[in-house]
């Protein structure tokens, strides 16, 4: 029988030299907030990963953000994406990593379509990066499609042999097999536009 998995404990607050961050332990991470599946739900998941820098080189003090759909499909309406009563669930999570580069993450699976959307901060990062985490590579879903094939992959979580309903799911910032990354950037218009009245 395999051990359990456990979270990485988390790495200490510094100052860093770069301009920006890692400033997210002080306030940002909250008490359980890479538990949002009720506490003892049969179909708990366990999701864990290291974030690689473009060397291959694990990337501390790093925050991911998750949100998901909830076994259902539905997007889950739980008041407050902090809840600590431990019963609801939010489809939300936030977790650090720690020294190690690594993170963990327990949910359940997501309804209707089957991927959690990922935001990481990390230091040396101006903004924020957007991505995916599928469990399953859908044939019909317009993302995918748009990929080269053998891009698709990044995005997929792949199950730890050496443990029971665990995904394995590491994000690469930079290199050969670097995640895909999202960009939600929107160009706004006006039909008033040319005329300065905007």
């Known amino acids: 029988?395999?051990?359990p998995?456990?979270?990485?404990?988390?790495?200490?607050?510094?100052?860093?030299?770069?301009?920006?961050?890692?400033?997210?332990?002080?306030?940002?991470?909250?008490?359980?907030?890479?538990?949002?599946?009720?506490?003892?739900?049969?179909r708990t998941v366990t999701v864990h990963g290291t974030v690689l820098?473009?060397?291959?080189?694990?990337?501390?003090?790093?925050?991911?953000?998750?949100?998901?759909?909830?076994?259902?499909?539905?997007?889950?309406a739980v008041p407050g994406s902090l809840r600590r009563d431990g019963l609801g669930f939010t489809g939300f999570a936030?977790?650090?990593?720690?020294?190690?580069?690594?993170?963990?993450l327990r949910t359940l699976p997501p309804g209707g379509a089957p991927y959690l959307a990922v935001c990481l901060f990390a230091r040396g990062l101006p903004h924020h990066l957007f991505t995916r985490l599928y469990f399953t590579l859908p044939t019909h879903d317009p993302l995918l499609a748009a990929l080269p094939a053998d891009r698709r992959p990044t995005l997929l979580a792949t199950p730890d042999p050496g443990h029971h309903r665990a995904y394995r799911f590491d994000i690469r910032l930079q290199?050969?097999?670097?995640?895909?990354?999202?960009?939600?950037?929107?160009?706004?218009?006006?039909?008033?536009?040319d005329h300065g009245d905007v």
């Open 53 to 76: 820098d473009g060397a291959g080189a694990p990337v501390p003090h790093a925050l991911l953000e998750f949100w998901q759909t909830g076994p259902d499909g539905s997007a889950p």
């Open 175 to 193: 290199g050969d097999r670097e995640t895909v990354f999202l960009d939600f950037t929107e160009t706004l218009s006006h039909p008033d536009a």
């Open 1 to 3: 029988m395999t051990p």
């Open 5 to 42: 998995l456990t979270p990485a404990a988390p790495a200490p607050n510094s100052t860093p030299a770069q301009t920006v961050g890692p400033f997210h332990g002080h306030a940002l991470p909250f008490a359980d907030g890479g538990a949002p599946a009720p506490s003892g739900h049969p």
């Open 94 to 104: 936030r977790v650090t990593t720690g020294r190690d580069g690594h993170y963990l």
